[in-house]
């Protein structure tokens, strides 16, 4: 479970960067890459790598996304 919740914040936070948020498009995203503490990812979408920062907060993920 917070595996996930990590992965979609991730591709979420990548979606804005991009600026068409994952309304429904979550597959178009793919996480390519992510450290093993989590902390760091590296997503694709089209021909663009939008990279990625975690941070665990309580139960919940805050990520930044930024090219």
């Known amino acids: 479970p917070q595996s996930a919740a990590l992965g979609w914040t991730i591709k979420e936070a990548a979606s804005k960067v991009v ?19 989590g ?8 021909e663009m ?4 920062q975690s941070q665990q907060v309580g139960e919940m993920f805050c990520t930044v996304a930024y090219q």
Not at 19 to 37: M, N, T, V, W, Y
Not at 39 to 46: E, K, L, M
């Open 49 to 52: 790598r939008i990279f990625s």
């Open 39 to 46: 902390r760091q990812g590296v997503v694709a979408y089209n």
């Open 19 to 37: 600026g068409c948020g994952i309304g429904g498009k979550e597959r178009s995203f793919c996480l390519e890459q992510l450290s093993a503490d």
